[in-house]
């Protein structure tokens, strides 16, 4: 028993550890996407917009990576428990409900639909795409009506669910495989993946891998830099490595949840989610804006140039 405390306690320490740093990223990328704006706007590089059209699509994405964080640290067993956030079984029950629906619902399709709008705002026409006015409204508004089918059936599965299943006593012991979002172990609740919401969850990683596949051999061929075209790959293997996660939720639900073995599979699939994550953030937010304020250097150092030779 102690071995497996102190087993879940550095695995909630880690993951609050890593969900920090993720958040610091994600200050970063806000910080620096708001004050470029704002940049562009005072020093009158109207030719810079094109690159960073997308601003407010891009803090769109960073809320909603914050929004993930959160979910992932209330979820841990390490954070709910006698004399933590909270001990209350009822508010531990809630809280695992609420991760299973903002989480598998909004959240993970919300940050990588984002994402996936951004590579694909590259191969859109300048007056469609990201210097079109319009183009972040309603970039936001498709993910959210997106994500609108996840969220009623993650709130189906939750809640519907078991009451449909407790009144038939052949299937009440597997519903908690099927449609629970928590057990009882050790006398503290601990936040399960129901098996539907893996399912739905995994259907939807198919359909944006193979977007996200096509879309990026769209711009392999167009482009001809190398270090572009290490950043298309890069973009894929976030994606690629998302199904694997799925596989690890779905297996998650042939061990005991609070032992070893289902803490450890939690872990890798947080670490799986956490790595596509950065990668999306670092290639779709941070070094669009680092490659715009480097251009716009260099713009800076050929007009004083330009001034200096006039003179």
């Given amino acids: 028993m102690h071995l497996i405390t102190f087993f879940t ?55 909603v990576a914050f929004w993930w964080g959160i979910g992932e640290v209330l979820r841990l067993t390490f954070v ?12 531990q029950e809630n809280i695992c409900k609420f991760y299973i629906i903002s989480n598998l619902g909004f959240a ?11 590579l694909n705002a590259a191969l859109q026409k ?3 795409g990201t210097l079109n006015q319009k183009w972040n409204q309603k970039t936001i508004r498709a993910m959210f009506l997106i994500c609108l089918p996840s969220l009623g059936w993650e709130s189906c599965v939750v ?5 449909v299943t407790s009144n038939n006593d052949q299937t009440s012991k597997l519903a908690q495989y099927w449609f629970s979002a928590s057990v009882v172990h050790n006398g503290n609740v601990s936040c399960t993946y129901p098996l539907l919401s893996s399912i739905f969850l995994g259907a939807f990683y198919i359909t944006l891998t193979i977007y996200m596949v096509f879309t990026g051999n769209q711009m392999l061929s167009l482009v001809i830099n190398k270090g572009l075209r290490q950043r298309i790959y890069m973009l894929i293997f976030a994606t690629v490595i998302l199904l694997p996660r799925v ?12 032992e070893i073995a289902h803490e450890s599979l939690m872990f890798i699939s947080f670490m ?30 050929e007009m004083q140039a330009n001034q200096t030779m006039i003179i």
């Fill in 80 to 91: 709910n428990g006698e004399g933590r956030f909270t001990s209350d079984r009822t508010w």
């Fill in 9 to 63: 306690n550095i695995i909630g320490v880690v993951t609050i550890g890593l969900v920090s740093i993720v958040s610091i990223l994600g200050l970063i990328c806000l910080s620096r996407s708001v004050y470029f704006q704002l940049w562009i706007k005072r020093r009158g590089y109207q030719r810079l917009n094109y690159f960073n059209g997308p601003w407010l699509t891009r803090i769109t994405l960073i809320l």
């Fill in 126 to 128: 300048q007056e469609l």
């Fill in 272 to 301: 799986i989610l956490m790595i596509a994550a950065m990668v999306g953030i670092v290639i779709l937010v941070y070094f669009p804006i680092a490659d715009t304020f480097a251009i716009a250097a260099q713009e800076h150092v």
């Fill in 159 to 163: 809640f519907i669910g078991p009451h």
């Fill in 247 to 258: 596989i690890l939720l779905g297996l998650s639900i042939v061990t005991w949840p609070g």
């Fill in 108 to 118: 993970e399709p919300g940050l990588f639909l984002l994402l996936a709008f951004l």
